[in-house]
């Protein structure tokens, strides 16, 4: 029996549908993880593979670049597949880099594993959107995207804080395997038990998978999509690599005290998520996403320009930021799963991850190339610049979120 795309807007889950959420959300943990933990052991591989925040940015960007090319080399061919096959291959291929990233010996083993990591993680993220939008409604897409950042904080939670006990008992080396084991699993129970997903193949036409590509990156409605994406993604990239270096050497806060930072702040992100979700489709997607910028902004402004502060106001400084970044991602997404037509879903997906891992990593480099710690354990200077930077992208995007708003703010513009 295999699952066809959804045209019927429900109130509610079906059993199935909460299983596939679940399940996604539990594999999007992983993928988070993985690159989410480089930032918190930042400030033990930096001392230990004697390397420059320079550096560390270029170690960062390697996954996002190879996630955007990996994206572009797919699309073509990311509506032809049944999307669990599709998945299936990348995530095994994502398992075999994070393994590399686990026996790395050095600095540039490491580099190597990162952009293997990033060739099969950075496309699964596509692969799993493409997915809730053939599932589920545009009408439930806010609580959807509100459940998959559950996986963001589940990473905060519980990933993070177990990632850095692992590293400072056996190693740096000891969280990347602890994802292994994880994402194992995780694999194992999708392929028992996840349906076929292959209504989309009904709507292709025989087309060349290069036409494909061709065809989506022209399409006009697609363009301010695309935009958006990357300027929605460079801000947060710039900030979050150096965040535990910061908080660290700048605001004051002990290695022993910084898994506490994320455990709260995570325990914030998994209420913040699904309530948002709530909001996004009973008030509508752009006003909360408005509200997020607002938030954003406030709280990034504050965040960079802090001194030596007690954890408490730490913490609390950056539940906020997070609130205010959850309450424009999951509005976002949910608006731009509207954009595409079912039969290049796939592909536009992929383009549009890409181009946010691209433009993560140029977020990266540039923000490697903006701080600078001049001595060794000493205070990394300039960030508040880089929340400078970040307050006029999401300035940029509220403008460019308010026209795909229209654009899909009608009925006959909303695929199904």
């Known amino acids: 029996m295999t699952q066809t795309i959804s045209t019927a807007p429900p109130t509610q889950f079906t ?18 993880l993985d690159f989410m933990i480089m930032s918190p052991l930042g400030a033990i ?33 990311a509506d032809r597949f049944d999307r ?84 400072a008992h056996w190693g740096w080396h000891a ?18 038990n996840l349906k076929p997903i292959d209504g989309h193949l009904k709507l292709q036409s025989d087309r060349n998978p290069f036409h494909h590509l061709r065809d989506t990156v022209a399409t006009p409605r697609y363009l301010l999509a695309f935009a958006a994406t990357g300027f ?26 910084l898994p506490m930072i994320y455990l709260v702040t995570g325990f914030g992100a998994i209420i913040t998520g699904p309530l948002v979700g709530k909001l996004s489709d009973k008030f509508g997607k752009y006003r909360v996403f408005l509200f997020g ?34 309450s424009r991602m999951i509005p976002a997404q949910a608006m731009m799963s509207a954009v595409p037509a079912a039969d290049s879903r796939g592909a536009f997906m992929a383009i549009n991850s890409s181009l946010q891992q691209i433009a993560g990593g140029v977020g990266s480099v540039v923000a490697g190339m903006i701080v600078s710690q001049p001595a060794a354990g000493g205070a990394i200077l300039h960030f508040d610049l880089l929340g400078d930077i970040l307050v006029c992208t999401v300035l940029l995007t509220a403008v460019m979120m308010y026209f795909i708003h229209r654009m899909v703010a009608t009925p006959a513009a909303v695929p199904a």
């Open 15 to 32: 059993g199935y549908q909460k299983f596939v959420l679940a399940i996604l959300a539990f594999l999007q943990f992983t993928i988070i």
């Open 45 to 77: 591989l930096m001392p230990a593979l004697n390397i420059t925040p320079s550096q560390f940015g270029v170690v960062v960007s390697a996954y996002a670049f190879s996630a955007g090319i990996a994206g572009f080399a797919a699309a073509g061919f």
């Open 84 to 167: 669990k096959k599709l998945l299936m291959f990348f995530y095994c291929g994502f398992i075999l880099g994070t393994f590399l990233c686990g026996i790395a010996p050095n600095f540039y083993f490491l580099l190597f594993a990162r952009i293997v990591t990033g060739l099969f993680g950075g496309v699964i993220g596509a692969i799993v959107m493409a997915i809730t939008t053939d599932l589920f409604p545009f009408s439930m897409r806010g609580r959807v995207m509100g459940v998959l950042q559950t996986a963001f904080a589940g990473s905060q939670i519980l990933g993070l804080p177990i990632g850095l006990y692992l590293s």
């Open 175 to 192: 969280p990347f395997m602890m994802i292994v084991g994880i994402a194992a699993i995780v694999g194992v129970i999708i392929i028992v």
């Open 232 to 257: 929605l993604s460079i801000g947060g990239y710039m900030l979050m690599p150096f965040s535990s270096a910061f908080s660290v050497n700048n605001l004051g806060i002990s290695m022993k005290e």
């Open 293 to 326: 910028a607002a938030m954003t902004i406030i709280m990034a402004v504050i965040y960079t320009r802090l001194g030596v502060t007690p954890l408490p106001m730490v913490i609390l400084v950056n539940v906020l930021l997070f609130v205010g970044i959850f």
